[in-house]
């Protein structure tokens, strides 16, 4: 039995004992632990939280001492927030304030580059790796506790899982949610809704100790995820004192002149010369929407430490906050006030005070400025296509003299795309290609049918007598047939004639049906199903129109200068084709696509105008489809890569056409 006075010197000690853990915040802990290497960073050594002031107070709410539970950082790029908040924050989990944690990006490929990039090198640079080991009956006694998409430490585990994998988004339970580039997660998973909301249930059981971090550059407004946390937030921006007033100002790259005090525009400002528009770099700086004083982007060291973050609006959640910045922020080794003009030039004429480049304005929107781009119905305007008429050629020529001035090459390949017309005909379009699928339409016509359902169709041996005998020959003498014919399925009452046409050739041929999207996201065809295979008896594909549309929407408009290389997918037509194959393509606008019931935004959705033709956009995205289909065919089948290379497919090509390397 112990004495009374053991006891009272064990009541002494029990005493002395904190009711409550005492924690470091995540800034020190990451300051004394972290190096940085030359390898991943311009400013290698100790990492210090003064050259990005403005993740301090984001990273700090990440520790269990904080009664923050969401926080949403809606980002530019190059501003150091990987490092510091993301990569900062699993170290501090490993290292001070073990937990479950699920890791979540876009898809399968980002999880595991955002693992080895962020998080192995991280291991080594903060000398954790040694605490990455299988623990004693966790996680279903696996051998290892260290493997690509798994890591266990003494308190905590994390998993890494991609946001297109529902199973995995419902599977556990975690007390940390981190999701990265949430506006690459998809809108929905078929029924099970959004993978956002999909991965917040799964810090439910944490209710008191939970932590959600959202990272993301934004995309479109409409359907940004990393948007609309935003804005139920308290919506903080970082407001740093002007050297020359003294006044918080919320740094930005343009302020309209109606928005500042002394009715000039403010901002970064800069002069350029010349009729390109050539930025002269000595003239960059920052005009003080308050006074309207110049600020240099030396003096950045001091106004950025001096900075705070200041909420703008009442959030929506408790312990719920919301952070967004511009690039301008950034630090100078990072990314300059200079880099940024020149981006801003790649996209704006800034002579007639309108967009140069419609897809290099929405980069700069999203990943410069950090907010979202709000797509606009828009549709191609006649006298944009009609700049892609070339005087050089007419129809059913080839004209390699200047295809090669123009693209490097001449042309390489041909493809015939086939629309089946219900007012009874076949419309076909051929295309020959040039290296960086740059396209020369050759031919644009139709064949007229009595019956277009009908097999015995003359329009159908015509069409046979095109794709198996008909030959060009271009100036060079060098002479063409076609490679690829596809022919579009979709209207039902013709799509068995179409799979009786092609059976017969059993290659080279093969009916395509058109498809809003396709699975994964990013393909612009891929295989139809068994199911189609089994009926059709020959190889169908489907086609993803809207990305097409999209593509070429974006090289019409595109900006192309005779004497300079063409760009990617530019599309060019012959002299003497009539005005109404170019206004087919301006029969379709891209709208947005509302829900009759929520009445919520869906998506921009690419609509025919009632009454207009749209065959020649129609056949040039079936075009676009089949030369990426020859190409990944060579690839793999002939070239033995595992996916398409377009730069291996356009030396093959050129080899085979004799032609030397461009």
Known sequence: MPTISEITFLHEIFETIPDERKYINPVEYVESVRRLTSDLTSKPGWFDYDYVPYCKEIVNHMSPESPVRKIVFMKPSQIGATTAILESAIAYNIGCAPSSVMYVSADKELVETGMEVKVE?????????????????????????????RKQYPGGFLHAIGARNPGKLRAMSYQWILLDEVDGFPEKLGNEGSPVSLAEKRSKGFPTKRKILYLSTPTIMQTSHIYNLFMRGDRRYWNIPCPRCGENIIMKWHIKPEETKHGKAAGIIFEIEGPDEILIPESVHYRC?????????????????????????RAQERHYVSYSMESVYAPANNWSWIDIAYEFLKA?????????????????????????????????????V????????????????DAIKETGSPILQLT???????????????????????????????????????????????????????????NDHKEYSIGLTVIDAAWGESTDTVYQFCRQYGRGVHPT?????????????????????????????????????????????ANWYTGEKQPMFYMNFPADLHDDFFQQFTAEHKVPKIDPVTKKFLYMDWVQIQGRANHALDTSVYSYAAIEMIADYVCTQELGLKSLSWPHYWQFMQKKHGQKRT
């Not at 290296?435 to 041996?461: G, H, L, M, P």
């Not at 498809?515 to 020959?538: I, M």
């Open 348 to 384: 704006w004429n800034v002579g007639k005070g309108k967009v140069k480049d419609l897809n290099e304005y929405r980069t700069f929107r999203n990943q410069e400025e950090g907010l979202p781009f709000e797509e606009q119905g828009e549709a191609l305007k006649i006298e944009v």
């Open 513 to 557: 049906f058109g498809r809003k999207t396709l699975k994964p996201y990013d393909l612009t065809w891929q295989a139809a199903s068994k199911a189609v295979l089994e009926r059709s008896g020959c190889q169908a594909f489907l086609i993803n129109t809207y990305k097409l549309k999209d593509r070429i929407s974006r090289v019409l408009n």
């Open 416 to 474: 015939c795309a086939v629309d089946v017309q219900k007012s009874n005909e076949l419309i076909y379009h051929v295309i020959g290609w040039c290296k960086d699928a740059i396209s020369y339409t050759v031919e644009f016509s139709s064949f007229a049918a009595n019956d277009v359902k009908d097999f015995n169709d003359s329009c159908w041996r015509k069409l046979e007598d095109l794709i198996e005998n008909k030959k060009w020959v271009s």
């Open 289 to 313: 929407q308050n006074c309207g004083g110049e600020i240099l982007e030396k003096e950045k060291e001091t106004f950025l430490s001096e900075g705070k973050w200041i909420p703008t609006a």
């Open 121 to 149: 090198r991280m291991l080594d640079t903060c000398g954790l790796r040694e605490k990455i080991f299988a623990q004693t009956g966790a996680i279903g006694n696996r051998n290892t506790g260290d493997t690509k998409n």
């Open 386 to 401: 009609l700049r892609n008429r070339r005087a050089t050629y007419t129809r059913n020529q080839i004209n390699n003299t």
